[in-house]
C-alpha cells in the first residue's frame, strides 16, 4: 500500500517536496533553523529519505540498529522528540495534496503507521545515547596538498572516540552552516585527541570546497556520529590488501596506523590511484610508512598521467595485474565509480565477498 500510494504523486515529486517543507515551516517556523540556508541545495534530501525509509525498511524490526544510529544522529541536526509529529503530518499532508482523488483513508493509516514504528525506534535510539550530539573541533593545520586536495588536523575539544577505519559527519559552520557530510579521519585514535582529514574538493560541492579553499587554523568545525564498519580484524591472520582512490586514501591510512601498533606477521599491500601524480597527494607519507615497516608494500597508478613513472590506469586494473588475491582480505575506499570497478574486479578474481569490506564515497 506504501508503495502504491507513493506511486500516485512519484512524478510530482518536487512539488510533492516544496509543500512539505512550507507546511512544515509555516505551522513550525523555529523549525527553518534546523536545515541548511539554501535549501535548494538539498531540496529534496529528508522528504526523499523518509520516504526511502518508510518503503524499504518493510520489517523494521530488522533494522533496529541502523535506525537507532540514525535517532542517535538527528541529534546534530536538533532535531527533539516533538518534531516528529509536525514532519509524519507534513509528509501525509503534502502526499495527499498531490495524489488526487485516488487517494484513501487507507493510505493515510499505513504511512501513519509505518512512520510510527520508524520514529519510535529513532527516538528511542537518541535517548538512550550518552555521547554528545556534536564535538566541537579547532582546526590547527591546514595545507594545500594539490589544486584541489588539503589535509588538516583538528583537535576536539571533548575526547571523540571512534575506530580505525569508521567515517564522521562534519560541519563547518562558518561557511556552510547545516550542511553535514561524511568525512574519514586519516589517522587511527591518538593520545593527544587530534583527527587528520584528507578532502577533494569535488565540482560545485559546497562542503567539500569550503574546506578545501577557505577553511582557516584556528576555525571551529563540529564533529558528530563516528559510523562505518571498515575495520579491522584483529584475529585474522591473512594478509590484507588497501585499495586506495584519491582521498579514499584517508580510511586506509587510518588503518594502517593501527596496524603499525601491532602486526608483526600480515603481509600489507596498499594500491593508491588518482588520476594525475599531483592527486597522489601523500605519497611521501605512504613511501615513508613502507621504508619503515618491512610488512608494507605501495603501489601507485595513474589513469591521466602517461609520463607517471609507476603503474598506468584505474588502479581497479593494476591490482588484477599483481596477485594472487584468494588469501587476502580487502579494504576499497575511494569514489562511488572506483569502488564500483574495483569490486567488479575482486568478484572476477574470484575473491569471497565475506574478506570485502569497503567505503564509497558516493551518497
Ligand atoms: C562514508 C563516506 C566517507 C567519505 N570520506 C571522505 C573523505 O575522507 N574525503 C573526501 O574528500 N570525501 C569523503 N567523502 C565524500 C564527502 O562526504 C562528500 O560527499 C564530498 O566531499 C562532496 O560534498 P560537497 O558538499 O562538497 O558536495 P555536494 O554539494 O553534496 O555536491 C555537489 C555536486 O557534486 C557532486 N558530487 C558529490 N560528491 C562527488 C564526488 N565524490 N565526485 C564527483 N562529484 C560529486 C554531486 O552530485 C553534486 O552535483 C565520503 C563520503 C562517504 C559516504
Ligand atoms: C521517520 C523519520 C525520519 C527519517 C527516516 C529521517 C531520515 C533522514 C535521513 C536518512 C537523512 C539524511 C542524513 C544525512 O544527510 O546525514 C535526514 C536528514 C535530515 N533530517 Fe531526518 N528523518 C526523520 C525525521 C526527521 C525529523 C522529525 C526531523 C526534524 C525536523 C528531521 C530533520 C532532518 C534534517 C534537518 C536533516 C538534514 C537535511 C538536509 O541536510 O537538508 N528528520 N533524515
Known amino acids: 500500500m506504501l508503495k502504491e500510494s507513493w506511486s500516485l504523486v ?3 515529486q518536487d512539488k510533492v517536496a516544496g509543500y512539505f517543507y512550507a507546511r512544515i515551516f509555516l505551522s513550525h517556523p523555529d523549525l527553518r533553523d534546523l536545515f541548511p540556508v539554501h535549501m535548494d541545495v538539498q531540496r529534496a534530501r529528508l522528504l526523499n529519505a523518509i520516504v526511502t525509509a518508510v518503503q524499504t525498511l518493510e520489517d523494521p524490526e530488522k533494522f533496529d540498529d541502523y535506525l537507532r544510529a540514525l535517532g542517535r544522529d538527528h541529534r546534530k541536526f536538533h532535531v527533539e522528540p516533538a518534531h516528529y509529529e509536525v514532519v509524519g503530518g507534513a ?6 495534496q498531490f495524489a488526487g482523488e485516488q487517494w484513501g483513508v487507507e493510505y493515510d493509516q499505513a504511512w501513519a503507521d ?10 528511542a535510539g537518541a535517548e538512550a545515547d550518552t555521547n554528545p550530539p556534536y564535538w566541537y573541533a579547532e582546526v590547527t593545520a591546514h595545507e594545500r596538498r594539490a589544486t584541489d586536495i ?28 547545516r550542511l553535514w557530510r561524511t568525512y574519514s579521519p586519516a589517522n587511527a585514535p591518538r593520545r593527544d585527541n587530534t583527527l587528520e582529514f584528507h578532502v577533494r574538493a569535488v565540482g560545485a560541492g559546497w562542503v567539500s570546497s569550503a574546506l578545501v579553499r577557505r577553511l582557516e587554523v584556528g576555525d571551529m568545525i563540529r ?18 590488501v588497501f585499495v586506495a582512490g584519491g582521498t579514499g586514501l584517508a580510511p586506509v591510512k587510518s588503518l594502517l596506523e593501527e596496524l603499525t601498533r601491532y602486526n608483526r606477521t600480515r603481509w600489507v599491500h596498499v594500491f593508491f590511484g588518482a588520476r594525475t601524480r599531483e592527486d597522489l597527494y601523500d605519497l611521501a607519507e605512504l613511501n615513508r610508512l ?18 607517471f613513472p609507476g603503474e598506468q590506469g584505474n588502479i581497479s586494473d593494476v591490482v588484477a595485474r599483481y596477485g594472487p588475491w584468494n588469501e587476502h582480505d580487502f579494504f576499497v575506499s575511494g569514489s562511488g565509480k572506483m569502488v564500483k570497478a574495483t569490486l567488479r574486479t575482486l568478484a572476477e578474481l574470484q575473491v569471497p565477498s565475506v574478506r570485502i569490506k569497503y567505503d564509497s564515497f558516493s551518497d
Open 223 to 240: 564533529l558528530a556520529a563516528p559510523m562505518g564498519s571498515m575495520n579491522l580484524d584483529r584475529r585474522s591472520t591473512r594478509d590484507a
Open 91 to 96: 509528509l501525509i499532508e503534502a502526499m495527499r
Open 114 to 123: 509505518a512512520y510510527a514504528v520508524i520514529a519510535a525506534k529513532m527516538l
Open 10 to 12: 512519484e512524478e510530482h
Open 150 to 177: 588539503a589535509v588538516f588536523t583538528v583537535m576536539p575539544l571533548q575526547p571523540l572516540e571512534y575506530r580505525a577505519g569508521q567515517y564522521l559527519s562534519l560541519e563547518c559552520p562558518r561557511f556552510q552552516p
Open 290 to 307: 613502507a621504508a619503515r615497516y618491512p610488512w608494507l608494500s605501495v603501489v601507485t597508478a595513474c589513469s591521466e598521467d602517461p609520463t
